[in-house]
């Protein structure tokens, strides 16, 4: 595969339930991000990790709770979501060497019942 | 004020027309700039970044003023496939990315 994958595309789940979301990027870049869009906002960036270490949290509530275990793989784990947290999660990925050109994922379609 | 400003639009415009789109931005420090597009329920994808004298890609011309903040997007000639909704993106320091809330174009045979 190539470019930035993410599964799953679609994704319903109970505010009770705990759901992981997947990146992965076949680009070689060392960045990952994390990105949520809802209807009528803009992206809000949510994460940030460079070569796996953590470098933005945009004040994201602990309800979500990213994992990256290598530069290629992003994961972003749900627990006790609200129906407000329905949205586009998309994942995006970039060089370091600060041109910061990023290549987005499919997204992840999330609705919270 | 928010960091990064678009018109909101919709700009409707005929094949062949020259339509040129605005952002401004509110962090003085900031180093890179780039144009996305986003087509309706899909990702946004990079259309080009903007350097301080400006670039053009074939159709799209970027240009930068750092004095009055300020980025612009011209396009020229336009095709239907064109229409889509265009992001301005700012780089606000290390990984910090700051997206506009876009502009959506619609180009009408």
């Known amino acids: 595969e190539t470019g930035v994958t993410q599964t799953p595309r679609h994704l319903v789940m109970g505010m009770t339930n705990k759901k992981s979301l997947k990146c992965e990027q076949h680009l070689g870049h060392n960045a990952m991000y994390w990105y949520k869009q809802s209807a009528k906002k803009p992206l809000e960036l949510m994460f940030v990790y460079n070569f796996k270490e953590q470098t933005e949290n945009n004040s994201v509530p602990s309800r979500f709770s990213p994992e990256c275990p290598n530069s290629s793989h992003l994961f972003l784990h749900l627990h006790t979501l609200q129906p407000e947290d329905s949205a586009l999660y998309l994942c995006?990925?970039?060089?370091?060497?600060?041109?910061?050109?990023?290549?987005f994922g499919p997204g992840t379609r999330l609705t919270v019942t | 004020r928010k960091e990064v400003e678009q018109d909101p639009g919709p700009f409707n415009v005929p094949e062949g027309a020259t339509v040129a789109f605005n952002c401004t931005y509110s962090n003085s420090a900031s180093q890179s700039f780039f144009w996305y597009r986003q087509d309706c329920r899909k990702e946004p994808k990079l259309l080009m970044s903007v350097y301080s004298s400006g670039n053009e890609d074939g159709r799209f011309t970027a240009q930068l003023n750092r004095a009055s903040q300020y980025i612009s997007l011209l396009i020229r000639d336009s095709k239907l496939s064109d229409s889509a909704t265009y992001l301005c993106?700012?780089?606000?320091?290390?990984?910090?990315?700051?997206f506009g809330a876009g502009t959506r174009l619609f180009v009408k045979a």
């Open positions: 995006a990925s970039s060089h370091d060497d600060g041109s910061y050109e990023q290549y």
């Open positions: 993106v700012v780089n606000a320091g290390g990984f910090k990315t700051i």
